[in-house]
């Protein structure tokens, strides 16, 4: 078996001089402050082209980049399965409104509550998350402390995205 259209493809399509095709980002994942987030959330998918995932700032860089695999897993899985933005965000600002009347822990992820319409994408989005900190060494509770350091559970309400704001520095492109 010849390993010439191999070669070819890896090279670029065979065509001397030819630049490859530059190809839309999918994910545009940035840092925003925590008080920038549409709702108090530490990681935020919003769907358009290309799709924002928006991670609140922490010191430790494998934490944000944690997070953002994990919102880039839990949209795809979400967008597959039917679960709209919609439906999270209005699910996520129930449970914090909630959290806030002392119904649920301040450790508590809503995406891991029984009535979560997105509850199959978030836990499976974790796993995924908790194998890669492992494989990073991070500290699970370290992570944790850190992520609830960034004050949840104080607001609940949701503020319009505005598509023409200043970006943030990408992480990943």
Request: glycine residues 6%; positive net charge; aromatic residues 6%.
């Amino acid at each position: 078996m010849s390993t010439r259209p191999m070669r070819k493809a890896l090279r670029g399509g065979g065509r001397a001089g030819r630049r490859p095709r530059r190809v839309k980002p999918s994910y545009v994942v940035s840092q925003v402050p925590h008080r920038q987030q549409r709702y108090d959330t530490v990681g935020d998918w919003i769907p358009g082209d290309p799709v924002r995932i928006r991670v609140s700032r922490m010191k430790d860089e494998r934490y944000v980049f944690l997070v953002a695999l994990h919102e880039m897993i839990e949209y795809e899985l979400c967008r597959m399965h039917g679960v709209t933005d919609r439906e999270v965000v209005e699910f996520d600002v129930n449970f914090e409104k909630e959290r806030r009347s002392r119904l649920h822990a301040i450790d508590a992820e809503a995406g891991d509550d029984p009535r979560a319409p997105y509850r199959d994408e978030h836990g499976f989005a974790t796993m995924i998350e908790r194998m890669v900190a492992q494989k990073m060494g991070v500290s699970w509770t370290a992570y944790e402390n850190a992520v609830l350091s960034l004050n949840p559970g104080r607001r609940v309400t949701v503020r319009p995205m505005v598509r023409n704001e200043a970006a943030s520095p990408a992480i990943l492109d």
